[in-house]
């Protein structure tokens, strides 16, 4: 940027700024928030276990899960969706993970868990909470993201803020065993080629996993970003599949079974497997594809402050690795530029990108694109439809765009 | 073979789990303990528990517990799912996936139902009961006469007609070269149109232009 443009824009955002002190009511006396002194500054406030377990200020309240009731029959088996739109960085908080349950929420002690380890092992065991207290511990920080997260736009677009296009997504530290030892704690035997991970709730939900990602990175979870796993989570006991659809990470995880084939089970037969324009199926597409979205601006965030120096944010992710390289279109992928990936860049977790610049307040098309470790670059829309057809309904990666108008309102759009 | 295979392969990483010690923690598991919770059922048959039912017996149960929300004939009340119907239109724009038109193996419908079905009340089916409401799903899908009697081992001679119909996941062979060649950064295209824009509809904190 020339010295002359950049003197310019600040003119310009300096106008901008002394339009908005006027806004809020700013006198020649100067703003009463600081002349005056303030309740806050002269009162006392709450002491300290006014609240033993935290809360957001109630500033917040809007920073909440959203469901959209006529995707589902009910609200048992359904689905909401995070506020993807209001976090920032890469940790998604406990309260606002999304859920997404087949029989509701079982709530029950954890006194009252156990795991069960059968089939093709040497010896089938059974282990309490307690004793799997016992076992060595690792944390990792993983995305989760159910293979449904956009798949309500494969025939265009369709919901009206990312936190419904993207928001079946969370990025949380887990704390759990290695499912290897567990495994090994059994002796798996020759023959157990596969294993069925099953849940203790009302659907006791199931999938197959081959040997080979069981003994890879799945861990067996009791912990989110520090504390107890939360009861829509899957309290006491989850499975986390890296970089694998969301269904695979099963909840209130009752009991791993060793077999020496797949057992074919609802999810992955009459659900998560993806139907093609021929009429044939994928089945078993478990890894996530590299994919990323502009969470702000979006239609949930406009741009509310007029023309100037402006943030795009957003995340990228891959079930395949890390993320080297996020680029970013304002004019609907004519030029692309790169986007600074700020934070950790972890495998398997979400990537936090920004793109800082100055507004002109001219109409924009935005679109960001994924480059992950692999080499794979995060395709359109319409390049996936081209392959796929219009009814796979799951793993729909495709690249996103946002139409901001000149008041900053932004909408869901697809462009040629 | 998959990308994920093949990393793992290349990097070793396929270990004995037998190699490392054991940590002698938890308890062996009774057979009588593994029995209550062993209730999967394969394509294989391995799995199913012995007994049988009839179609006949298999409406009434149906109708009684199944049909408020599957509907009489397994067309589904409101927005609950459809279990018959949606032959031939796996490849229609508005496909119907039931378990006649699109499951591929019958097997999944035994393990389901017991596990899951009736919704709000699962696991509360007797061997027999779930044989009859199978038989009687498969008499709605028209592979089975009125007559007709499902057990164990007459259970995996029933082939529904859509499982030849699924394949593995080929993404590693026809998305992920096509999709690594690289990109464009300048001057990628000489114009750009909107072709579509969501509806303002859904919870959301914006007005419409």
Redesign the interface.
Known sequence: MSDKTSRRNFIKAGMAASAGLAGTGARAEGDPLITNVQPWAQELGDGVNHMPYGAPSPYES?TIR?T?PWL??DS??AINFTPIHQLDGIITPNSVCFERH??GVARYDPADHRL????LVE?????TMQ??M??PRENHVYFMECSANSGMEWR??????VQ?THGMIHNVMYTGIPL??L???A??KTAGTWL?A?GAD???L?RSI?M??A??DCLVAFKMNGEALRPENGYPLRLVVPGWEGVTWIKWL??L?I?D?P????EE??KY?D?M???????????M?AKSVITSPS??M?ITHGPGQTVITGLAWSG?GTIPQV?ITL???????KARIDGLSLDKSLHRFYYDFVWDGKPL?LQS?A?DS??????TKD?LRK?RG??STYHNNGIQTW?V?AEG???????? | MSRFLKTLLIAGLLASPAAAGKLNLGRAALPAEVAAWNIDVRPDGQGLPAGSGSVIDGEELFTDQCAACHGDFGEAVGRWPALAGGHDTLAEERPVKTIGSYWPYLSTAYDYIFRAMPYGDAQSLTPDEVYQLVAYILYLNDAVDEDFILNKENFTSIALPNTGSFRLDDRDNTEYPAFSRGVCMTDCKPSVQITGRAIKDTASNTESE
């Open positions: 809007d959203r959209v589902t029959a048992v088996s087949h029989g069960m380890i059968n089939g010896q089938e065991l059974i282990f004793d799997l016992r076992f265009g677009p369709q919901m009206d803020g419904y290897r030892l495994l090994e704690e002796g798996v069925l099953e009302s659907s006791g199931t081959p080979e990602k003994l890879d009752r009991r079974e077999g084939r057992w074919h089970q609802r037969t009459s497997t139907l324009a021929d009429g044939t199926s994928r089945r078993f597409t478990w890894e594809d239609p949930q406009p395949h680029d004019d609907g992928g004519v030029n692309w530029h098309l694109r480059h692999t080499g794979y670059i995060q395709p390049a392959l219009l009814s139409a108008n309102i932004t909408d869901n759009v697809e462009i040629s």
